[in-house]
């Protein structure tokens, strides 16, 4: 069975470039393709980005809902909360 990749992609700036070192470090396989003024984070089966992670970066508080200030696009089921976004696809 071949798993399908989840994806995210956010516009280049500063605070982006943030949040993609938090997903790097909570997401081993993730890869990161530097494009055109967008970063797109792709991965196998699953993608998390954890505030806990993202405010270690940033040196300040982040709320998951700022993530889409910066989204371009998304592949993936979303699942949110308070504490984190993650991409899945369902399985059956």
């Known amino acids: 069975m071949t798993v399908s990749k989840v994806y995210l992609a956010l516009q280049d700036n500063d605070t982006s470039r943030y949040i993609v070192e938090a997903v790097e470090q909570d997401n081993p396989d993730v890869v990161v393709i530097y494009q055109p003024a967008m970063i797109r984070m792709e991965c196998e ?3 998390v980005v954890k ?20 989204l371009v696009t998304i592949g993936g089921n979303v699942d949110e ?3 984190q976004l993650t991409l899945s696809w369902n399985r059956s």
């Open 45 to 47: 089966g699953q993608l």
């Open 51 to 70: 505030k806990a992670t993202v405010e270690e970066k940033l040196g300040q508080s982040w709320d998951v809902q700022e993530l889409h200030l910066n």
């Open 81 to 83: 909360d308070d504490e």
